[in-house]
């Protein structure tokens, strides 16, 4: 296929972009033949959590249309809340956990939200099915719902792992990969991430970073911290010490900066044999690898995966923990420029979160709004010219970006994601749903900011599905 080829490394566009929500843009290229196959995956899936207020043997209505209240009102007499789930997984060493967490991580994240759906959706007036007693813990302390959407989303990842570890003989799921999630629910945006994925905020105003990017050059102080309080872990060939630069035998005898796992600074130690065991992380900058071996800190799988020298396992090192940063877009001043870009490394081996943010403001300023049959397409357009940017054109000295400078030969996915519409639509949802069904008073803040903590019905839900298609029409 076309679409495969790591000579040609065609942007790939979704034929239909009305599957995706609001139009959102997406786009990808296959790597310049460092794997066989593109390893990124990327996921769209939109849910709703429901809540039933009075028994019905009726089935849950399908949601097809979120913002029409014929469907946050269900025929049963509940409610329901809908979320967004955006996803990027950035596979290495094969394409089978990222295919894995691609197809699984959101319906775990999904139950992970129906265990709160309590605080999530609170009832004024507890109403359960006759005969059935409802036993729920309520906490002296109120949380906030962001603290327990942050503690779904870290649960979902560790789960994942899990997962991918259990499957990974049955199923055959080799490497690992890192993973990016963006989740739209009330009217925050949680961006949860586990890898050198990145999500930016891209405004007319310039570019600002909603996720850190993990490598061992930015871990090197946790995973030196774990090699000093499990010296085991490192067999006989690594050291938890770092060095100025890599002791030889020729140093052995002579003073040297060093430090410990717990300095900040440096010290003078005299080098002895003992010195001359390779660091735990090994190299500097983009260059800096975990046990000498892998250039990833955080994400699923690697289950297997051991150090090239001495052949020690490197998964404690690894976590799948991530980190979760959340953004108020109802207390934000959001406007049509307004964007959240999600890519892949190979994105931002090359891109700028600045630039960037010049990227798409520019894509987008050239369609107008007028124009219906092409203004749909602006944010497409803005996706493929990132990817444009990082991955450039082929030449006689290689792939090379307009500047002439090297251009990334990793795999690329983009995701070029506008907040105005789901601030739109969550408005519409309060205006619906918020003062009928929570009644909460109404304060200077909107009332997703001001709700407590009070008995409610458990809740059931289903889902609904999107995916990005690639340019034949197939899903990914």
């Known amino acids: 296929m076309v679409a495969g080829d790591h000579n040609i490394r065609p942007i790939i566009v979704p034929r239909d972009i009305s599957k995706l929500p609001w139009n959102t843009g997406y786009a990808e290229a296959v790597n310049a033949g460092k794997s066989l196959k593109n390893e990124d995956q990327s996921a769209i899936y939109e849910g709703f959590l429901e809540r039933n207020t009075r ?27 809908p979320y967004y789930y955006f996803a990027i997984f950035d596979g290495h060493a094969g394409s089978g956990a990222a295919v894995s967490a691609a197809n699984q991580l959101h319906y775990i994240l999904h139950e992970k939200l129906v265990d ?7 009832e004024n007036e507890l109403e359960t099915v006759p005969g059935k007693p409802v036993k729920m813990f309520i906490p002296a302390k109120d949380l906030g719902f962001q603290s327990l959407v942050v503690g779904a989303l870290e649960a979902a990842f560790w789960e994942m792992d899990k997962l991918i570890e259990e ?11 890192t993973a990016l999630v963006a989740l739209f629910i009330l009217g925050k945006l949680f961006v949860a991430n586990a890898g050198d994925c990145r999500a930016v905020w891209c405004r007319e105003t310039g570019a600002v970073d909603m996720s850190n990017d993990f490598t061992p050059e930015t871990e090197r102080r946790r995973i030196r911290k774990l090699a000093a309080l499990k010296p085991e872990l490192l067999g006989a060939s690594f050291t938890a010490l770092d060095y100025l630069r890599r002791p030889t035998k020729n140093d052995i005898g002579q003073r040297m900066l060093y430090r410990e796992p717990y300095m900040t600074g440096w010290a003078y130690k005299t080098i002895a044999e003992d010195d001359l065991k390779v660091p735990v992380v090994f190299g500097d900058g983009k260059r800096s690898r975990v046990l000498a071996t892998i250039g990833v800190t955080r994400g699923f799988g690697d289950h297997d995966l051991k150090a090239q020298l001495g ?3 490197i998964k404690p090192f690894l976590t799948s923990q991530p980190e979760v940063r959340i953004l108020d877009l109802e207390q934000e001043s959001i406007t049509e420029l307004d964007v959240l870009v999600m890519g892949s490394d190979g994105l931002w081996d090359v891109t700028s979160s600045d630039i960037a943010a010049k990227v798409v403001l520019s894509s987008i300023q050239g369609f107008l709004p007028e124009d219906d049959s092409r203004y749909k397409y602006r944010l497409t357009s803005a996706a493929q010219d990132l990817v444009m940017n990082s991955r450039g054109k082929h030449t006689q000295k290689g792939w090379r970006t307009i500047e002439e400078k090297v251009a990334t030969v990793d795999d690329i996915s983009v995701f070029v994601i506008p907040l105005l519409p789901y601030k739109v639509e969550y408005e519409q949802w309060q205006k619906q749903i918020c003062p009928e069904k929570l009644s909460i008073v109404e304060t ?13 019905d458990t809740g059931d839900a289903e889902m609904k599905e999107t995916k990005p298609a690639d340019a034949d029409g197939l899903e990914r």
């Open 55 to 81: 028994v019905s043997t009726s089935p849950a209505k399908e949601a097809t249309d979120l913002t029409a209240e014929s469907d946050l009102a269900d025929s049963a007499g509940g409610y329901r809340l």
């Open 116 to 122: 709160i759906i309590d605080h999530l959706m609170p």
């Open 167 to 177: 499957d990974r003989f049955r199923y055959k799921i080799t490497g690992g990969c």
């Open 311 to 313: 052949g020690v396992p």
């Open 444 to 456: 200077s803040h909107e009332c997703s900011n001001t709700r407590e903590m009070v008995n409610a």
